[in-house]
């Protein structure tokens, strides 16, 4: 599954992953792939995403993930 991570400054990330974990606004949730289309808002919180070489993790104060098609967008 592909993930990419924007603030407005910058790209934190872009990969392929086996997994991320989302600070969401109504808990943390985590997608693999094959994941459900949706668009959840964040809150502050940790973004981990697990790759084949171990984990990155990426605090964020907030924003917005979308899920479709194995690809993440996630706008912090």
């Not at 808002?41 to 907030?62: I, M």
């Amino acid at each position: 599954m592909r993930i990419e991570i924007l603030t407005p400054e910058a790209k934190l990330f872009e990969g392929d992953a086996e997994s991320v974990i989302l600070p969401g606004a109504k808990g943390q949730f985590q997608v693999l792939k094959g994941h459900a289309p949706v668009i959840s808002n964040l809150e502050k919180g940790e973004v981990v995403v697990r790759t084949s070489e171990g984990e990155k993790r990426f605090e964020v104060t907030g924003g917005v993930a979308e899920v479709l098609n194995d690809k993440v967008n996630i706008l912090v």
